[in-house]
Nanobody
């Protein structure tokens, strides 16, 4: 199994930036596509961004395109989500996830999830 631990969440003013990190355990990190999802209170979990196992392909939700950047450092077993120009509607618990391919990340429930990290954007 893959163990994922998110960090980097916090409170930020609208227009500010945060960088989330997701540290993975094991020797198989480079075999997985990685993604970020978020869930606000009373709402369903939604897709935010995904990156292929080698880092060559990325997908973003329309709501974050141009503001968020997903990246990965396979030797460090870590995936990042750089969030710029944050808006109050970005407030949510952000979850790191792993799936077999970047396509299945968007079409099937990922088999591995982190515990989540809270991001709060004030107006």
């Amino acid at each position: 199994q893959v163990s994922l631990v998110e960090s980097g969440g916090g409170l930020v003013q609208a227009g500010g930036s945060l960088r989330l990190s997701c540290a993975a355990s094991g020797r198989t990190f480079s075999n997985y596509a990685m993604g970020w999802f978020r869930q606000a209170p009373g709402k369903e979990r939604e897709f935010v961004a995904a990156i292929s196992s080698g880092g060559g392909l990325t997908y973003y939700a329309d709501s974050v395109k141009g503001r968020f950047t997903i990246s990965r450092d396979n030797p460090k077993n870590t995936v990042y989500l750089q969030m710029n120009s944050l808006k109050p509607e970005d407030t949510a618990v952000y979850y790191c996830a792993a799936s077999i391919t970047i396509t299945t990340m968007k079409t099937l429930p990922p088999p591995y999830w982190g515990q989540g990290t809270q991001v709060t954007v004030s107006s």
